[in-house]
């Protein structure tokens, strides 16, 4: 099993692009969660997506949109980059503990 | 904001020494979770323990909670150097939404 894996791994955008980060997961898990996570800070939360078809804002939603594709994609979109959303962003699913992917890292100029 | 303080933010110790993490929190949770990060990597779940719980073991780990005080402390045995990490609890709500803290960067020397 190849566990929660997200694409790309390093991104980097003009303010103004836009870009798709994409999760996926073979757990068979209903819940699925996007994080970033800033220098010297925690994980906050984004969206998550507690089953197939469903998606709730987090703390930090503003700015981003998602697509829970199916049970086993959770897409992450920014339409608009701005330099506030340089960040590490991760993925990750659960039934109980949460298991991450490996990350990826953006920075927008 | 984050729900979570790890204290202390960062903390240095030698092998085989006993490394101690403490996390308040402020709102009522339904379980507290430990994670581990390893520089520029994914964090790795290392224990739950639930609201009813008050102290749980996972091989060189101990974690207790206090609900009373809405605080945990995570304890490592014997520490080596493959400890070098940052350690993070997050608190768990009933839909199973993490708020992590900001975490505390432990080093191992040899």
């Known amino acids: 099993n190849a566990g929660v894996t997200q694409t790309p791994k390093f991104q980097v955008l003009k303010t103004g692009q836009s870009m798709t980060l994409q999760c996926a997961q073979d757990?068979?898990?209903?819940?699925m969660y996007w994080y970033r996570q800033d220098p010297g800070m925690g994980l906050r939360l984004i969206y998550y997506?507690?089953?197939?078809?469903?998606?709730d804002k987090g703390e930090v939603p503003n700015g981003y949109n998602v697509s829970r594709l199916n049970k086993r994609e959770f897409s992450l979109r920014l339409e608009s980059a701005a330099p506030s959303q340089t960040s590490v962003y991760f993925c990750?699913?659960?039934?109980?503990?949460?298991?991450f992917g490996p990350g990826t890292r953006l920075t927008v100029t | 904001s984050q729900q979570g303080e790890e204290d202390p933010q960062a903390l240095s110790i030698q092998e085989g020494e006993n490394a101690t993490m403490n996390c308040s929190y402020k709102?009522?949770?339904?379980?507290l979770q430990w994670y581990r990060q390893n520089s520029g990597r994914g964090l790795v779940h290392l224990i739950l323990?639930?609201?009813?719980?008050r102290e749980k073991h996972s091989g060189r780990l101990r974690v207790t909670l206090d609900t009373s005080k809405k605080s945990s402390s995570l304890l490592i045995t014997a520490s080596r150097a493959a400890d070098t990490a940052s350690y993070f609890c997050?608190?768990?709500?009933?839909?199973?939404?993490?708020?992590f803290g900001a975490g505390t960067r432990l080093a191992v020397h040899p």
């Open positions: 709102t009522s949770i339904n379980n």
């Open positions: 997506s507690a089953s197939e078809g469903t998606t």
């Open positions: 990750a699913s659960s039934v109980y503990e949460q298991y």
């Open positions: 757990m068979n898990h209903n819940s």
């Open positions: 323990i639930r609201s009813n719980e």
């Open positions: 997050a608190t768990a709500d009933s839909y199973n939404k993490l708020i």
